[in-house]
C-alpha cells in the first residue's frame, strides 16, 4: 500500500467516527424534540455542522475508493454504513483491521514469509 492510500484511509478513518456521533446526537435530539420537549429545537445548530461531516465523509470515501480499488459492492457497502446511525463506527472498525492487515502483510513480505 502506498502512502497516499494510507492517508486516503486514515482520513476517511478519521471523519467516520465524529460523523456517526453526529449522526446518532441529531436524531436523538428529534426524537427528544417531537417526544418530550417540543420546544427543543438543535436541529439549526447540529444539522449543518452533521451536513458538513458527511459531506467531508463522502468525499474522502470516494478517495479512498478511487486509491484502493474497492469493489463496487465493498465500496458501497461502506458508504451505506454512513447512512446508518452509528455506521462510522462500523467502518472506522473495518478500515482499522485491513490497514492492520497491510502492515501484517507488508512486514511478511520484507521477511520472505510465504503463505502456505
Known amino acids: 500500500m502506498d502512502l497516499k492510500t494510507a ?8 471523519i467516520s467516527v465524529p460523523e456517526g456521533i ?10 427528544i424534540k417531537y417526544s418530550v420537549a417540543p420546544g427543543f429545537n438543535v436541529a439549526p445548530v447540529l444539522g449543518p455542522i452533521h451536513g ?20 463496487v459492492g ?15 463506527f462500523i ?12 502492515v501484517i502483510a507488508s512486514r511478511a513480505r520484507k ?3 510465504v503463505n502456505a
Open 111 to 113: 521477511e520472505g514469509v
Open 52 to 71: 458538513v461531516l458527511f459531506v467531508l465523509y463522502l468525499v474522502f470515501w470516494a478517495d479512498a475508493w478511487n486509491r484502493t480499488k474497492w469493489s
Open 7 to 14: 492517508s486516503a484511509i486514515r482520513r476517511l478513518r478519521l
Open 22 to 31: 453526529s449522526w446518532i446526537v441529531l436524531a436523538v435530539c428529534t426524537i
Open 91 to 102: 467502518i472506522e472498525r473495518k478500515l482499522r483491521r485491513e490497514a492492520e492487515d497491510a
Open 74 to 88: 465493498k465500496g458501497a457497502l461502506y458508504c451505506a454504513y454512513s447512512i446508518i446511525p452509528g455506521g462510522g
